[in-house]
Each structure stands twice: as structure tokens, then as C-alpha cells.
């Protein structure tokens, strides 16, 4: 319906389709692959398999495939995706990749075009044969305090291309980046700078207060982290990363009415 209602409200706009190569992902590999056919819009070449084979294991972090291909020479940033975001940046001819989270891990896209009239996202799913589509407008729903993550990858010719185009509170989601890649190599106290200059940047940004909570769980404070991240649940019910947190904490501090409440949540919203 929504749909429909677009292409008779949108009389004129371009279906916009970059040029890029298609690829299948095997298992636990759909980053790798949205990455390639990402990258492949803009003529810039990557095999699935060269970045596989380095960092993918249970699936593929993101912090660790943007330091893989910063290590080779490629500008890479990680952004906040809204609907003009993904407008701009198709318009300009960047191809980006698409996060969709999960409670066991989540599924990586790529975002390779726009219907301007019937307000979607022309989207390579690595797990599926043909091109699908996403509604522009799902976007802009609050569905997590990081949003709707995304990253792209363009040679350093076009990295002044990319910058400008960003908000400025992509930081935040680079920062929440930065904190899985120095928690693995280094443990929750070498994260405190991270989380720290991120509050005091931008102290309202509702991703600021999800680092600092996901620090306090890390460092073993569960029950301070555990007021804050109840607080963030109820305005992001649906965000699974933040479910996942709150039940972790919950464990920790024994508040099994809690935990049952989390998941009680979950099945009555899915009910309805």
C-alpha cells in the first residue's frame, strides 16, 4: 500500500542503479560479500575470500573488516543510515553497506540504488539470487540508540567525497566501532577514553549513553549499567542489542524477574 501510494503521490524521479558485481555468501560471510559488491560500485575490487579468510569466524565484526581494508589503503567510515543519508549518498554514486542486528548476530546488505518515485532502496542481499527493495521510511524509525548502522568504502580519491557528505555525529557509530575493536584486543578499561570523549561530544546522543552502560556491563558493573540500559529498552523496544545487553546484565546480578520480564516483552509484542 505504501508502496503504491508513493508512485501515484511521486510522479517524476529516477530509478537510480549503480553498476556492481553480484555476489553469493557463503556461510557466515554476508558482510565480506556486502562489502565486495559495495566496493564494486565504486570500480574498487576486494574478494570476498581474501577478507573471509582473515576475520570472518562465527561471522565477520565490523570493527575488524574496516581495519582489514584501512590496513590496505581503503577510506572507510561507519555512519548513522537515515533516508536522506542513503539518498545523498546514492545520488553521489556510493554504494554503502546496511547492518540489520540481531540476538545472535545479525545480516549485512548492500545498498546499491534508489527508486526516487516509489521511495525505496534498491538493495544486493548476499543470501538471496535477485536484487529486493527496502521502504526509504523504515530509515527513520527509532530502532536502536545507534540507529540503523551502515559503512562505506571508497578509495582515498573520493575520501574528501565521503566526509563531506557525513553528519557530524557519525562519530558516534565510528566510536561504538572503536570500542569492539579495542575491548578484543585490549579488555574494558582500554575503552574508557572511547566512551568518554563520545559523552562529552555529544552528551545528548542517546548512542553516547548506550556506550557508557555497555562499558559498565564489560568492566563487571552490572548493576550500574543495568538502570540505564532498562531506561534505554524502553525507548528502543525493539533494539536487540540493547535486549541482549539487559538480559546479560540481569544474569549477572541474579534479577531473573527482569530477565523473564525482557523476554515476556518480546513475545507479547510479537503476538500483537
Known amino acids: 500500500r505504501t508502496l503504491v501510494a508513493n508512485l501515484r503521490k ?4 529516477r530509478r537510480i542503479r549503480l553498476p556492481f558485481q553480484r555476489t553469493i555468501q557463503k556461510h557466515d560471510t554476508c558482510l565480506p560479500a556486502s562489502l565486495s559488491a559495495a566496493m564494486s560500485a565504486g570500480g574498487l575490487t576486494v574478494a570476498v575470500d581474501d577478507i573471509a579468510t582473515e576475520v570472518t569466524f562465527g561471522g565477520t565484526p565490523d570493527w575488524a573488516a574496516a581495519a582489514w581494508l584501512r590496513d590496505r589503503a581503503f577510506h572507510v567510515r561507519a555512519f548513522t543510515v537515515t533516508s536522506g543519508l ?12 546496511l547492518f540489520w542486528d540481531a540476538e545472535e548476530g545479525g545480516h549485512a546488505v548492500a545498498v546499491v540504488g534508489l527508486d526516487e518515485r516509489a521511495g525505496t532502496l534498491l538493495v544486493h542481499d548476499p543470501s538471496m539470487l535477485r536484487t529486493t527493495e527496502y521502504l526509504l521510511t523504515i530509515l527513520d524509525q527509532r530502532s536502536s540508540p545507534l540507529g540503523f548502522r551502515g559503512m562505506a568504502v571508497v578509495g582515498q580519491d573520493r575520501s574528501a567525497d565521503l566526509d563531506a557528505l557525513l ?8 566510536a561504538a566501532q572503536d570500542y569492539g575493536r579495542v575491548l578484543a584486543a585490549h579488555g574494558p578499561s582500554a575503552t574508557v577514553p572511547i566512551v568518554a570523549d563520545v559523552v562529552e561530544r555529544f552528551p545528548s546522543h542517546p548512542g553516547g549513553r548506550y556506550l557508557q552502560a555497555v562499558r559498565l556491563l564489560d568492566a563487571g558493573q552490572a548493576g550500574q549499567a543495568q538502570q540505564e540500559l532498562l531506561e534505554l529498552l524502553q525507548e528502543y523496544p525493539d533494539a536487540p542489542a540493547v535486549r541482549v545487553k539487559v538480559m546479560a546484565a540481569c544474569r549477572a546480578i541474579g534479577n531473573l524477574a527482569g530477565l523473564r520480564q525482557v523476554l515476556a516483552d518480546i513475545v507479547e509484542r510479537g503476538v500483537l
Open 10 to 13: 511521486n510522479t517524476a524521479g
Open 86 to 97: 542513503a539518498i545523498r549518498l546514492i545520488h553521489h554514486r556510493i554504494a554503502f553497506v
Open 167 to 174: 553528519p557530524p555525529d557519525s562519530a558516534v557509530v565510528e
